[in-house]
């Protein structure tokens, strides 16, 4: 047995001293792993969801767009030579894109009007990239020049219905206004109250005939590809030439993005406020604990142990207390992960209007093992560092000093 | 006129305690203790016995004078080499015994070996041979809470002889014992005195156990007050 291997069995046999004590301490540090991984299972897998009810209602992952396009611009900008866009897209191997023609509008119907963003998409292509056409609730998509597909409670707010009529008023391409009747076939429910009340699908051709922009189109969305999006989107980049802008959707969703960002910074704040109140603990406890055994800090002392020896002593305690509660922490903590994985929290009564619900009301965590390995990480550093302190009071003592300790 | 270096030679030390150095443990005193000697400390509580054997063993520092230990001037020898100095040279044995109590016999007896890097095959069999000598290899795994004081302070006589430091230094050995197992106790540190050679210092106020000792050190308000070596009969 080395002096280590005596150490670390000292650690863990004198935890056992005051077992009470020990079991208190060892299960707060659990406790707040515990609630740091199920914060962070939760948070990550909102941010999922949030991302995905982003990407999968209108924006893809990805979006190609001609260059000098701007999110917020009315007028219409182009896509330059469609064609080959799509044909690099098929040799790059991105396949699930759908091809868009976006346009501003405003719809008419009655004595009531709504301003709108006229989609004209290809239902067999936008399938393969978002939602909508899975969340028809009424009808069926447009197929026709004339036939269009509205939001379930846009429908409602005009007093509109499947089979009825609406009017459309845009520009075309030069500013020219363009108006023209249109018949509703569907309506959709994405759960996104603002994209239902403010998004309507028309056939590609169809739009592109009623805005007098045959052939064109002023975006191709690219859907999710599983990895990740950098390397796509430098190939992309590498790919097409300056003519043309490729985004990903935290560049096209800023507020998504900050969000997030802003998400991962409060639960860091967290984390530190947590780790801080842990550190409290193992200083609290390992300082009785030193107290409570100068006369034996004082014994060992004497059999030679040098101050850092001693030192190692207290550490090897406060990391073994850190260990058992990181080994407890985590096996409770992934388990109720787990179990939240699979089962969730049913958020409906919070979410049915939020705009990053729309395709589940039911939060589930989602379990990256490293912020797992992380946490651990964090526990046990944490640990040393708040052992450190008693650890140096009891190693600096005048040993003499510690065996007169009652 | 002897020429070998005494064990310990300690030089007009002194150990004053409080704010204002008020307090006198020690005042000048200067004694030596040879290899193979058996030396009581002997006087009354709050003599300086203890104090002088906490500056021989290093476990503290005189406010003035010189602990030499085996020729070598310890003044300037810092905490960590104090300890070493320990590990290699000497042995303790105190009145409460002192065993770590999540150790068992054998571990506690172990434990100073381990940090003088005795290898393990060593520390076996001179922690097999050092409870031999206390005749408790019986009690070997035991936590030091289920052995009575005898035997706890047995085992601490075993810990203190297992490296063989050629001194060992005991604070009141007797001290928690009852009469028949202090004077066992003597009686076997006389044996390990004699059949090993090893040098031992203790401090006592029990007339019976100072009776036993071959060179008796009479402390009075941290001075020497007399240092004899009483006739043993046969």
Known sequence: MKALAITILLAFRNLSRNRRRSALTITAIAFALV???????????????????????????????????????????????????????????????????????????????????????????????????????????????????????????????????????????????????????????????????????????????????????????????????????????????????????????????????????????????????????????????????????????????????????????????????????TVTGVAVCLYLARYGIDLTALTSTNQYFSNTHVLKAVLDWRTVAATNGFTLITALIAGLSPAWSAARQNPAQALSHP | MSTTTPLITVTNVWRLFGILRQDRALAGVTMSVDSGDFVCLAGPSGSGKTTLLNLMGLLDLPSRGQVSLLGHDTRDLSLRQRAIFRRAHLGFIFQAYNLIPVLSVAENIEYPLILNGQKAQERSRLTRQALDLVGLNDHRHKRPGQLSGGQQQRVAVARAIAGSPPLILADEPTGSLDSETGAALIELLLGLNQELGTTFVFSSHDPKVIAQARRVVTLHDGQIASDIRPERQP
Request: charged fraction near 15%; charge should be negative; hydrophobic fraction near 50%.
């Open chain 1, 35 to 329: 609630c740091l991984l199920i914060f962070g299972a939760l948070k990550e897998g909102l941010h999922q969801t949030m991302i995905s009810t982003t990407t999968d209602t209108d924006l893809g992952a990805i979006q190609i767009h001609g260059q000098g396009y701007a999110p917020n611009l009315v007028s219409l900008t182009t896509l330059p030579d469609p064609d080959r866009v799509t044909g690099d897209l098929n040799a790059l191997g991105l396949t699930a894109f759908a091809r868009r023609l976006k346009a501003n509008g405003l719809i008419l119907a009655g004595a009531k009007s709504a301003a709108v963003v006229l989609h004209g998409v290809i239902a067999e292509e936008e399938q393969r990239v978002t939602i909508v056409h899975q969340r028809i609730v009424a009808g069926s998509p447009p197929n026709e020049g004339r036939e269009v597909m509205i939001g379930q409670g846009l429908a409602a707010s005009l007093g509109l219905g499947v089979g009825d009529q609406l009017t459309v008023m845009s520009q075309d391409l030069f500013g020219t206004p363009a108006s023209r009747k249109f018949t509703i076939t569907g309506l959709f429910h994405t759960g996104v109250a603002a994209f239902d009340l403010g998004h309507i699908f028309l056939p590609l051709a169809g739009l592109q005939a009623f805005i007098d922009a045959e052939g064109m189109i002023s975006e191709i969305a690219i859907a999710k590809t599983g990895g990740p999006l950098a390397p796509e989107i430098l190939r992309l980049r590498q790919r097409l030439d300056h003519r043309y802008q490729v985004s990903a959707w935290q560049e096209l969703a800023p507020d998504v993005t900050q969000l997030i960002a802003l998400n991962d910074s409060t639960m860091a704040i967290l984390i530190g406020i947590v780790f801080l109140i842990v550190a409290m603990g193992i200083v609290n406890t390992m300082t009785t604990i030193t107290f409570e055994r100068f006369r034996e800090f004082g014994i060992i002392a004497a059999m030679g142990a040098t101050p850092a020896g001693i030192m190692a002593l207290v550490s090897a305690e406060a990391m073994a207390m850190g260990l058992m509660a990181s080994i407890a922490g």
